[in-house]
């Protein structure tokens, strides 16, 4: 079984910075593939970065250049590192964790409970 616990979510003005952690346990080879996703209010599940087990990494369009994800092994961690915050980018955050390369799809068998991020203009 895997649990997955996020943090680091808050309140920010428009242009500010933000890092999100995802702690994992359990099995981590399931931790291979990873991703955060958002999603604001009316709106559906939008995959924001993924991270493959070899390292490489994935955006959405609209975060590329300002986001950054990686993983320490050591800690199980995923981090997500949100530069040049906007008020669009207000949402709830997700970690998500699979066996299977997903990459920006919302089809991981494992998510977190999310935290907040709420950007003002």
């Known amino acids: 079984q895997v649990q997955l616990v996020e943090s680091g979510g808050g309140s920010v003005q428009a242009g500010g910075s933000l890092r999100l952690s995802c702690a994992a346990s359990g099995d981590t080879y399931t931790n291979s593939y990873m991703a955060w996703f958002r999603q604001a209010p009316g709106k559906g599940r939008e995959g924001v970065a993924a991270?493959?087990?070899?390292?490489?990494?994935s955006y959405a369009y609209s975060v590329k250049g300002r986001f950054t994800i990686s993983k320490d092994n050591a800690k199980n961690t995923l981090y997500l590192q949100m530069n040049t915050l906007k008020p669009e980018d207000s949402a709830m955050y997700y970690c998500?964790?699979?066996?299977?390369?997903?990459?920006?799809?919302?089809?991981?068998?494992?998510w977190g409970q999310g935290t907040q991020v709420t950007v003002s203009s």
């Open positions: 998500a964790a699979d066996r299977i390369a997903w990459e920006l799809l919302p089809n991981y068998r494992n």
């Open positions: 991270i493959q087990s070899d390292g490489g990494t």
